[in-house]
T-cell receptor
Framework: DGGITQSPKYLFRKEGQNVTLSCEQNLNHDAMYWYRQDPGQGLRLIYYSQIVNDFQKGDIAEGYSVSREKKESFPLTVTSAQKNPTAFYLC????????????FGDGTRLSIL | AQSVSQHNHHVILSEAASLELGCNYSYGGTVNLFWYVQYPGQHLQLLLKYFSGDPLVKGIKGFEAEFIKSKFSFNLRKPSVQWSDTAEYFCAVMPNFGNEKLTFGTGTRLTIIP
């Protein structure tokens, strides 16, 4: 069954800690995306990658980092520099051509202890 | 850069009522338009999309949307809503050429009263 797997579903972080959110897809999609969802603000793009070993900043990249070493995987690290990390994080993927719709994972809810 | 406005933040309707959710976008070129839905506790899923051709597009679960280029609008409609339509609805725009970045609106929460 093809899809996008995000783990964990819930994540807690202490102040000053970095934390990494996992995103794996088996859809053979070239493009992958990370969004942050806050109440009343919709989804905002953090980082995206259209091909392995390449990624670009989105609209709110400060305090985040990513890597794309494999086609299937696009982990997001929330660093201690992110001042307001509590949010719902969504990963998405798309074929990467023809302006096709993005497919979304179930999300990870990050909370600060 | 593109932007999307969804003016209705929370809509409450009774079952069988008709629905129209507004979506306006800002972008100088050709765009692709999408409506996504997020049911409680579920992942975001595609309702319908417009790329080109007939400006009236039909999606899943009886939803449709009309692209009116002169008004930069892509409103979502359903003639008769059901309780199961309770969800959050997001409009999104993607420029037709470029890096395929989606820009989302802030979302509309729809509550259907049985």
């Amino acid at each position: 069954d093809g899809g996008i797997t995000q783990s964990p579903k819930y994540l807690f972080r202490k102040e000053g800690q970095n934390v990494t959110l996992s995103c794996e897809q088996n859809l053979n999609h070239d493009a992958m995306y990370w969004y942050r969802q806050d109440p009343g603000q919709g989804l905002r793009l953090i980082y995206y990658s259209q091909i392995v070993n390449d990624f670009q900043k989105g609209d709110i990249a400060e305090g985040y980092s990513v890597s794309r070493e494999k086609k299937e995987s696009f982990p997001l690290t929330v660093t201690s520099a992110q001042k307001n990390p509590t949010a719902f994080y969504l990963c998405a993927s798309a074929p990467g051509y023809g302006n096709q719709p993005q497919h979304f994972g179930d999300g990870t809810r990050l909370s600060i202890l | 850069a593109q932007s999307v406005s969804q003016h209705n933040h929370h809509v409450i309707l009774s079952e069988a009522a008709s629905l129209e959710l507004g979506c306006n976008y800002s972008y100088g070129g050709t765009v692709n338009l999408f409506w996504y839905v997020q049911y409680p506790g579920q992942h975001l899923q595609l309702l319908l999309k417009y790329f080109s051709g007939d400006p009236l597009v039909k999606g899943i679960k009886g939803f449709e949307a009309e692209f009116i280029k002169s008004k930069f609008s892509f409103n979502l409609r359903k003639p008769s809503v059901q309780w199961s339509d309770t969800a959050e609805y997001f409009c999104a725009v993607m420029p037709n050429f470029g890096n395929e970045k989606l820009t989302f609106g802030t979302g509309t929460r729809l509550t259907i009263i049985p």
